[in-house]
């Protein structure tokens, strides 16, 4: 099955720095990459998402890309703020046997320091 | 917020005793999915569902059990052979049309057993 692993674990960054998660999957039939943001207590929501037949993705401060080849993908944030500390999660997924099979990274604790 | 619910918020049961936890949607998604999050940890796949009246076992289905009667419902049941069953548990749903979407969080329950 697919194995996705995400690194680093933790991360703690000066405010107004750059960020930056990087996963990696095994799969090649993944064709579908997001990527969740969880608050302490809360639901994990997505705050960005690429498919495969794109190599980058922005959205303000944001920006994911991805490396087919290589099976990696990363996550930037720029400018990081004391709210962009989380738990960020990336997965992969594929539809295969008319289920979508999703699988998810271990997670990132970001931290940003004011 | 809207569109996935579960409940209760917080459920405290003890050991040996089968307890059942909602998950409700009205986003008129096909697929839903139960997952389990243990402190620190990532999201683990426990059981998901393409369609009613179907679901398939997922990475830790071992002491959970679930149905799907309705299109909006989804309930998981953990049952006294679980071992470990204080955590919190996620549900989700997705469009699950035969192309990967994001998948939809909700609020989560946290369930505490002694």
């Known amino acids: 099955g697919e194995n996705v692993e995400q690194h680093p674990s933790t991360l703690s960054v000066q405010e107004g720095d750059s960020a930056v998660i990087k996963c990696t999957y095994s799969d090649s039939a993944s064709n579908y990459f997001p990527w969740y943001k969880q608050e302490l207590g809360k639901r994990p929501q997505l705050i960005i998402d690429i498919r495969s037949n794109v190599g980058e993705k922005k959205d303000q401060r944001i920006a994911v890309t991805l490396n087919k080849t290589a099976k990696h993908f990363s996550l930037h944030i720029t400018e990081t703020q004391p709210e962009d500390s989380a738990v960020y999660f990336c997965a992969a997924i594929f539809y295969s046997g008319g289920y979508q099979k999703v699988t998810f990274g271990t997670g990132t604790k970001l931290q940003v320091i004011p | 917020d809207g569109g996935i619910t579960q409940s209760p918020k917080y459920l405290f049961r003890k050991e040996g005793q089968n307890v059942t936890l909602s998950c409700e949607q009205n986003l008129n998604h096909d697929a839903m999915y139960w997952y389990r999050q243990d402190p620190g940890q990532g999201l683990r796949l426990i059981y998901y569902s393409q369609i009613v009246n179907d679901f398939q076992k997922g990475d830790i289905a071992e002491g959970y059990s679930v149905s799907r009667e309705k299109k909006e419902s989804f309930p998981l049941t953990v049952t006294s052979a679980q071992k470990n069953p204080t955590a919190f548990y996620l549900c989700?749903?997705?469009?699950?049309?035969?192309?990967?979407?994001?998948?939809?969080f909700g609020p989560g329950t946290r369930l505490t057993v002694t």
């Open positions: 989700a749903s997705s469009i699950g049309q035969g192309v990967p979407y994001e998948q939809y």
